[in-house]
């Protein structure tokens, strides 16, 4: 079983925080009696972690929920009951949980001089009607409380802040929003409790937020129309930054619920004298990203632990530690599918040893029996790998031979050994078996005596851009044996995570499956579902080309979907199935890792690196990028059509053989009826991969990120060594010249102090003599002075110090006093 305590110790860091030695107040009575300080300074635990590369992103996010989930009492007593309030993401984000895209506001709070996450707001508006999402359509009434950008950012601008419950604006901004408030509603607004309905609470003003976009060289538009994407403003609220950023602050979240007193109270303060802040009421219902890059996202989600623990096999309620998985779901052992056999002892035996005649009844036979299992998940890197997990399932055998192939399959081969005579009844009772059931006319089915053989499906998607699938039979000696091994190209899951340039687009759908039961989803179905959605994703394509493969799908949520939203008309009010799935766009152009491409020297001296730089990455150019992003546009367009899902589901029928229709998920669509007419995409939209800002592409490198230095660090070290020996040589060869020129240099010294020593001589017998100038043709009366230098020069050459004693010294002739 899983033990909590080794992922403890797994992502465990040394980190400093104060301690309390008394608490007061709210801290006395709430659940929460401590504080956790996130905004963007250095000591902070995600930051930190990243320092420590104990996470691969310098982000976190924060998804707070609308409604607390309580869970059971405090099994250790005490009054304090735990609740869920949401989902806090360290690292990276999750796309599980979100529902619209997650798109980017861009922080200047390197402007503000701020440790605080900073957005530019361009509008505060009010919509008519209420609303819960940030989509702004034709018919929608719009009221602006300021534009004034200037304005609305003084100060110490707008921060978005979790740890202030509220949502404050400027005071100067109040007289115009009571005003519009009172135009829009009919009723003055008010700071006290208020009796509402449901019904007049969602009719209530939706505050929206318009925020200046993130923006970068290597953003790409992946929207066709800002107006039909959740979270952008689009041209009816902004024409000239249709793609800026809007944030939906719907009544249902600024307005606080007394279940004591039945009454609603508006949490939005107009108290500030410059600035705003954006408290947790406002972030409700949206995974708020924390990128130290220099953005803060959003995107519209649920918050729904719960959902999102069960969805990945764990009991949120359960706090033992005895759980075999980590806390997001993935098995820290690698996990093998069931084992089945792939090759039978009496198929691998030599009968001819039992002689000619078949009589040596006696003799020993020896061959092997091979079994084969599917990769389910690889684990984590601390956990056994697969070699070891198969090991062990068949520990009861001293002499086996266990691998684990790049396709996702391991294999285990044991020896094993039987007579001629066991061969003989063996071979015999299985060819009289089939000869009776030729008569018969049936075929041979021992499931009903020993059970069927577990069918798993398809395995997970290897680093090697494969996955592998076994169907298997039972068989007369109750055992499950291989009918079928296939193995397919992938591009989800170790193929493509944290790899832009082999993925660098994906395309995220939610689907309506208008009165399935998600409750009887099994395998079986996700593999056709997955099949047919690659069908009919595929059907127009020309020359047999494809926009993606069935494993380039990746099904990440099935769950239970109501109306609430108003989707339907109330009389035709729907329930169903939601799918959440993932679709990767495939960079064919990418250079893959040397380690799968040869075997050569190259390689060999890469992988001396690997434990340092981890995993190779693929390398890619930017043409090829753009190319797959209008593939993207073009599956997002695909998924828009009216006819998709009519026409996915129709595939699904015609596929009978695949699964069984009446007893299936599938079983409303076996006639076009209304739930196939119903059935629908709810929403689709393109993720563009997170690119490293530090990579080496045309020639060119660029960025400044620690993770992406690691991933080039055996470039930068044979760049180093070559800088350091042409260095050291530069330091040798200047070395050689300097003492070169220091001996002249002293050579030239000495020479002028024998010569001022001659002069010395001369002065004591009475007379100087001119220098350079034969004796007897010297004036006694003329003296020699030396010449100022006018060009001097700390280290002088060798040229310099001739010139000094031949030039500079010059005479000139003056009485001796």
């Not at 129309?225 to 249709?242: E, H, K, Q």
């Not at 851009?465 to 079928?484: F, G, L, N, P, Y």
């Not at 006639?671 to 080496?696: A, M, Y």
């Not at 006018?790 to 050459?797: M, V």
Request: aromatic share 8%; glycine share 8%.
């Amino acid at each position: 079983h899983y033990n909590l305590d080794e992922l403890d110790l797994e992502y465990g860091i040394p980190f400093v925080f104060g301690c309390q030695s008394s608490i007061t107040g709210l801290f006395k009575t709430q659940l929460a009696d401590g504080i956790m300080g996130m905004s963007a300074e250095p000591d902070i635990l995600s930051n930190q972690m990243f320092n420590m590369e104990m996470i691969e992103n310098n982000m976190f996010s924060m998804c707070f929920r609308k409604e607390l989930q309580k869970k059971a009492n405090n099994p250790k007593g005490g009054e304090k009951t735990s609740i869920t309030a949401g989902i806090l993401t360290i690292g990276g984000v999750d796309r599980r949980i979100q529902r619209s895209p997650l798109v980017f506001a861009k922080d200047i709070r390197e402007e503000k001089d701020s440790d605080w996450y900073t957005v530019k707001v361009k509008k505060l508006l009010l919509r008519k009607g209420g609303g819960q999402h940030a989509q702004i359509k034709s018919k929608d009434k719009i009221y602006t409380i300021s534009e004034n950008v200037k304005q609305l950012n003084n100060g110490d601008g707008f921060i978005v802040d979790s740890g202030t419950t509220d949502t404050y604006f400027q005071s100067k901004h109040a007289s115009e929003f009571k005003k519009l408030w009172n135009q829009i509603t009919g009723k003055p607004y008010s700071k006290g409790s208020v009796k509402l309905t449901h019904e007049e609470l969602l009719n209530l003003p939706t505050v929206l937020v318009q925020m200046e976009a993130f923006e970068d060289e290597d953003t790409v538009n992946l929207w066709e129309d800002p107006n039909d994407v959740v979270g952008l403003a689009g041209t009816i609220i902004s024409p000239d930054a249709p793609h800026d950023i809007l944030l939906a602050i719907p009544a249902t979240h600024y307005m606080e619920y007394s279940p004591q007193q039945d009454t609603y109270t508006s949490r939005i303060y107009f108290t500030e004298s410059s600035g705003g802040l954006l408290g947790a009421n406002a972030m409700m219902n949206h995974d708020v990203v924390f990128d130290w890059n220099g953005r803060v996202g959003f995107a519209e989600s649920d918050c729904d632990y719960k959902e999102l623990m069960e969805d990945v096999g764990l009991n949120p309620n359960d706090d033992d530690d005895s759980n075999e998985q980590a806390g997001d779901g993935v098995n820290k052992d690698c996990v093998l599918g069931p084992e089945s056999i792939s090759l039978d002892c009496t198929e691998s035996v030599n009968y001819a040893d039992c002689g000619s005649d078949g009589k040596n009844l006696s003799t020993v036979l020896h061959g092997t029996t091979k079994w084969e299992m599917v990769v389910e998940n690889e684990g984590i890197r601390s956990g056994e790998h697969c070699d070891a997990v198969a090991n062990k399932r068949f520990d009861h055998s001293s002499s086996k031979r266990v691998q684990c192939g790049e396709n996702g399959i391991c294999e285990v081969i044991i020896p094993c050994t039987m007579t001629c005579k066991a061969y003989q009844d063996l071979v015999i009772m299985n060819a009289e078996d089939a000869e009776e059931n030729r008569e018969k006319g049936v075929t041979a089915d021992y499931s009903k005596t020993f059970g069927s053989c577990p069918n798993p499906g398809w395995g997970t998607c290897l680093d090697t851009c494969e996955q592998s699938k076994v169907s298997s039979m039972r068989m007369e000696d109750a055992q499950c044996h291989v009918t079928k091994t296939e193995t397919r190209l992938c591009h989800i899951e170790s193929c493509g995570r944290s790899d832009p340039c082999r993925v660098p687009f994906v395309v995220h759908a939610i689907l309506l499956l208008a009165d399935a039961d998600p409750l009887i989803w099994t395998q079986e179905s996700e593999d056709v579902f997955v099949e047919s959605f690659a069908n009919v994703m595929n059907t127009d394509q020309e020359d047999g080309e494809e926009y993606f493969g069935p494993g380039d799908v990746k099904i990440y949520q099935i769950g239970e979907w109501k109306d609430e939203d108003g989707l339907f008309e109330e009389e035709d009010s729907v329930k169903g199935m939601q799918v959440v799935l993932e679709i990767s766009i495939f960079n064919e152009q990418a250079v893959l890792p040397s380690s799968l491409n040869s075997n050569s020297t190259k390689t060999k001296g890469k992988d001396m690196f690997s434990f340092i730089t981890g995993p190779e990455k693929t390398t890619c150019k930017e043409s090829d990028i753009y190319q797959l992003s209008k593939q993207a546009l073009v599956i997002h367009l695909e998924l828009g059509r009216d006819e998709f899902m009519y026409e996915l589901l129709s595939n699904i029928r015609q596929e009978k053989g695949s699964v069984n229709m009446e007893t299936s998920v599938f079983q409303p669509y076996t006639t076009d009826n209304d739930s196939l007419q119903k059935s629908t995409v709810l929403t689709s939209w393109t993720i563009k991969s997170e690119v490293g800002t530090f990579s080496i592409k045309d020639g060119h490198i660029n960025g400044d990120t620690k993770t992406a230095v690691k991933e080039n660090l055996s470039v930068f070290m044979v760049l180093g060594f070559m800088l350091f020996c042409v260095c050291y040589c530069g330091v040798c060869t200047g070395t050689c010249l300097t003492r070169r020129r220091y001996e002249t240099l002293i050579e030239a010294k000495q020479k002028l102090f024998e010569q001022m020593r001659q002069k010395k001589e001369d002065k004591e017998r009475g007379n100087y003599s001119q220098l350079n100038v034969p004796n007897g043709e010297s004036d006694s009366n003329d003296v020699t002075e030396l010449g100022v230098i006018d060009d001097f020069h700390d280290h002088p050459s060798e040229q310099d110090a001739a010139e000094f004693f031949e030039d500079q010294i010059t005479p000139n002739t003056r009485k001796n006093n």
